[in-house]
Structures are given as structure tokens and as C-alpha cells.
């Protein structure tokens, strides 16, 4: 009986392992994935992130063209393919993802274009041709005052002229994927913390916060920004009153990296009111150093 639930739960496990992609970085990882479907006995079925011969022009993060640490260079594709084969695996396709936080449609469809471009260059490498290719993504959102929204229609109507006169025709019913992270969770997540003190020094006033870059390290402006800008920030209860003061609103860490708004215009504010920060549900708590002086988690709630 508990062997027969054994074997069962294996034939599952299996079953769920063979409906995952796995994106393969480099080729230890196509050699390491190889091991693992063997002792599984399945074929894993992958596609290879590529590192790109070109880059997201105007994205704030680049993470493809030139050397990177990110997937395989575009030249080495072709070779790597060729010792993939008969290797024990289902190579699906590609996975061509250039930067991040783009607010320039033009320059994301242009990117989109030379990635399906370089896709198809790549196709011929494939034994079963592009069953998979991930266009990655580069949705940018406004964080900055003088930021423009992202026009999505151009980047539409770019895809779908990509898709008929492409994709559609050289790669047949290839399931065809972009991957948006900050476009879609940033502006569904508000960082709110208390203000705790209230003080002036030589003509500057801060409000000194229970939070901090511990909680919201991209706010802060030190998980990359060339020049450190303000996130939209408001005080809760008052968040259409007008401005009354200029105030720096400051984290509770013994470091002046700790500022979550730099001279913002703000109504007065007083100990006890509530500063919220918007846009911070993409690389928000999980890409802030929580541990940091030991303070303790702040909690995560869903509505
Ligand atoms: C592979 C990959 N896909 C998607 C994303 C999401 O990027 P963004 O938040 O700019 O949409 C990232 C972010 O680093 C990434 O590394």
C-alpha cells in the first residue's frame, strides 16, 4: 500500500517536473539539469537564456548586450546547441531578456524586433525548431516627477505585426511569452511607515521614520540609480492637501544612505503621521537587507 502511494507520488512528482521549463544560464547548468532528468528518468525540458549582441537602449538596468553575467552570449549559442544534442534534452527555445525599466516605447519595440530577429538567426541550431521563445520585458513605470507613463499601443501594435509577419510564419504555433515584473506588481503595493520623531538641523527638517531602505531599499535609491531621485510619496489621511513644508523623510539606520525622500514637498507633518511610499510593490521588502541593525520584519498585507 505505502509503496503503491510511493510510486504514485513519484509518477506526480514526475509529471509535474515534465510540464516545467527550466532557463538555462550557461552550459554547467545544461550539464547539471542533464544529471538531475537522469536520476528523474525524464528529459528536462529547457530553454537557453541568451545573452544578446545588442542591449535595451534608455533601460535603467541593463542586463543583456556586451559581457554579462546573465545567460549565454549570443556567438557561443550555435556551439552549445550543437553539444546539447543527443544529450537527454528537450531544448524548446530561448529566453532573450535585454534590461529593465524602459519608459520609451520606441526603444522597446526596436529591442523586441532585433530579439526575434536574433531568434530566428539562433532556430536553426534547434533539432526541433522554436517550440518557446521569451521576449523578455522592460516595462518601465513612472517613479520620477518628470517620468512619462509607458504607451503601451505602439509595443501592441509592434508585437502583433512581429507575430503575424514572423514569428507566426517561420515558428508555426511557438508559444510566445514577455515576462513584466515592476509593470505589473509595482504600483499594486504602498509602503507606509510612522513618522517617529520630527527635527530641524541647521534650517533642514527631517522626519525621522519607524522605516527604512531595511524595508524598501529601492525607494531609498540603493538598488541602482544613476542620480538618486524621490519615489511619490504623500502622508496618509492628507494625501490631497497641499504642500505645506519641505521635508527629507529619513529611516531609523545609522546611515545617511537611509533616505527614503530627499527634501520632498509634503503638508506638515507631525510624530505619529503615517508616510506612505507608492509604487513599491516590485523589489520592495524582498529586495531590502531586513536584517540590517536587526530590526524586526515589518508585515506584508494582502487586500
Ligand atoms: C529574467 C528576468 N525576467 C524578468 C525580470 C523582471 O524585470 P522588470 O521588473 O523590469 O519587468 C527580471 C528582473 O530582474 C529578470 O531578471
Known amino acids: 500500500m505505502r509503496q503503491g502511494f510511493a510510486i504514485d507520488l513519484l509518477g506526480q512528482l514526475q509529471a509535474v517536473a ?31 537564456r541568451v545573452n544578446p549582441d545588442f542591449d535595451l537602449k ?5 542586463m543583456g548586450g556586451g559581457a554579462q553575467q546573465f545567460g549565454v552570449d549570443a556567438e557561443q549559442v550555435p556551439a552549445l546547441l550543437a553539444d546539447l544534442a543527443g544529450r537527454g534534452l528537450d531544448v524548446l527555445g530561448f529566453h532573450i531578456f535585454a534590461g529593465s525599466q524602459n519608459l520609451r516605447s520606441d526603444q522597446i519595440c526596436e529591442t523586441q524586433r532585433r530579439t ?17 521563445l521569451n521576449l523578455g520585458g522592460g516595462f518601465g513605470i513612472p517613479y520620477f516627477d518628470r517620468d512619462q507613463p509607458l504607451d503601451l499601443a505602439p ?35 504602498l509602503y507606509v511607515t510612522r513618522i517617529v520623531d520630527r527635527k530641524v538641523s541647521r534650517g533642514k ?11 524598501q531599499l529601492a525607494a531609498s535609491g540603493n538598488f541602482g540609480q544613476v542620480i538618486r531621485r524621490n519615489f511619490p510619496v504623500a502622508l496618509a489621511h492628507r494625501v490631497d492637501a497641499e504642500p505645506a513644508e519641505t521635508a527629507s523623510v ?14 520632498a514637498a509634503l503638508p506638515a507633518a507631525q510624530v505619529g503621521d503615517l508616510v506612505v511610499v507608492f ?14 541593525l536587526g530590526h524586526p520584519a515589518p508585515p506584508e498585507i494582502l487586500l
Open 18 to 48: 515534465a510540464g516545467v521549463t527550466i532557463e538555462l544560464e550557461s552550459a554547467l547548468e545544461a550539464r547539471r539539469v542533464t544529471a538531475a532528468g537522469e536520476r528523474l528518468g525524464l528529459t528536462p525540458r529547457v530553454a537557453i
Open 58 to 62: 534608455g533601460a535603467g538596468m541593463r
Open 116 to 132: 526575434v530577429e536574433l531568434a530566428l538567426r539562433l532556430a536553426p541550431g534547434l533539432r526541433d525548431g522554436i517550440r518557446y
Open 155 to 189: 509595443i501592441g501594435e509592434n508585437l502583433g505585426r512581429l507575430l503575424t509577419e514572423q514569428i507566426r510564419p517561420a515558428l508555426g504555433s511557438a508559444k510566445v511569452a514577455i515576462e513584466l515584473g515592476r509593470y505589473l506588481a509595482g504600483d499594486a503595493g
Open 205 to 215: 527638517t527631517f522626519l525621522v521614520v519607524d522605516g527604512g531602505l531595511h524595508h
Open 250 to 263: 529619513v529611516g531609523c539606520l545609522c546611515t545617511p544612505l537611509d533616505l527614503l525622500a530627499d527634501e
Open 279 to 292: 509604487l513599491a510593490g516590485a523589489y520592495g521588502l524582498t529586495a531590502s537587507p531586513t536584517a540590517f
